[in-house]
């Protein structure tokens, strides 16, 4: 059980510790002949060229990637000094039409957490996924005004997950459950996933469409956002899809057999954690060396007029 749930955290995005072993794989060539994580993370600008996604969500990049303006309407992003806010403009498009969503339905504002490095590739910590540009992370948490930038960088998750009695807790309410329904019904959505107590609830309810259940996936962690992941957009023929769902709404034996195994997922004391070092597809390598844009520095300029 305990293997499972570090490997859990390793793969959806718990934040751990990179260890020493980390930093120094960042030397390119250190793994794979590739750069490594904290090379990646290093890189402050997207690279030139036609925007794609490519290879796999845990093991991929992305060309041409474009920054989330940092506020929107009904959406402001949090966080923004560890430069995740980039993505495939798949991604950048379906929030900001998800944030208008969430406007027109009065839930509130909705709080985008990491999406991507300027440049994807994984992580120095924190995700194993999130690595073509079309991964975002979104919180469930729908109770803050809007907030200055420097006002989202200490923010804290609500969990809405009661682990001893596998229930979600009081502050649940039908706002968190529309939010995840409005992302899931976008056709441009691949998966959702969430803890598994929370898909439950979900289950639970009488909506009169089911069909966009299918899309929720039961995963550990998650307990305080949900991870929402697009399809290999067009234009991205190197980009690895997912295996197709399996047929029904994924309410039945599939997420019990999650709801067995629930525990809270704790992190991994930095002297035993590892920082992924997936093999890239060779098409990453390029994107590395590429040219960058401006699009960081301005960023930058904002985040500081803003603070």
């Not at 499972?4 to 794979?32: D, K, P």
């Not at 590395?288 to 904002?302: H, I, N, Q, W």
């Amino acid at each position: 059980m305990r293997r499972m749930l570090a490997w859990a955290i390793a793969l959806v995005g718990t934040v751990v510790a990179a260890t020493g072993a980390a930093a120094a794989g960042g030397r390119e060539g250190a793994a794979h002949g590739q750069p490594q994580p904290v090379a990646w993370s290093g890189i402050a600008k997207p690279s030139r060229g036609v925007a794609q996604a490519i290879g796999g969500y845990a093991a991929g990049c992305l060309s041409g990637g474009v920054a989330l303006s940092g506020e929107g309407p009904g959406y402001q992003v949090i966080r923004m000094s560890r430069r995740r806010y980039y993505g495939h403009p798949e991604l950048v498009s379906f929030l900001r039409d998800f944030g208008g969503g969430v406007a027109a339905a009065g839930l509130g504002t909705a709080l985008i957490g990491d999406m991507a490095q300027p440049r994807g590739g994984p992580m120095r910590a924190g995700h194993a996924s999130h690595q073509s540009g079309l991964d975002a992370d979104v919180w469930l948490r729908l109770d803050l005004p809007s907030l200055a930038r420097k006002a989202r960088e200490s923010l804290a998750e609500i969990n809405y997950v009661d682990y001893d009695r596998k229930r979600v807790t009081p502050a649940w309410s039908d706002r968190q459950a529309e939010m995840v329904r409005l992302a899931a019904r976008d056709r441009r959505v691949e998966r959702i996933f969430v803890n598994p107590v929370i898909k439950r609830e979900l289950c639970r309810r009488d909506w009169p469409d089911r069909a966009w259940l299918r899309k929720v996936r039961p995963w550990y962690g998650h307990d305080g956002h949900m991870h929402v992941r697009l399809s290999c957009p067009p234009g991205s023929p190197h980009c690895v899809p997912q295996k197709a769902l399996p047929d029904g709404d994924g309410c039945g034996d599939d997420l019990a057999w999650w709801l067995e195994r629930i525990e809270p997922l704790r992190p991994i004391p930095p002297d035993k954690a590892v920082t992924p070092a997936p093999k890239l597809p060779a098409a990453c390598a390029a994107v590395f060396r590429a040219d960058g844009t401006v699009v960081a520095e301005t960023e930058k300029l904002r985040l500081q007029d803003n603070n």
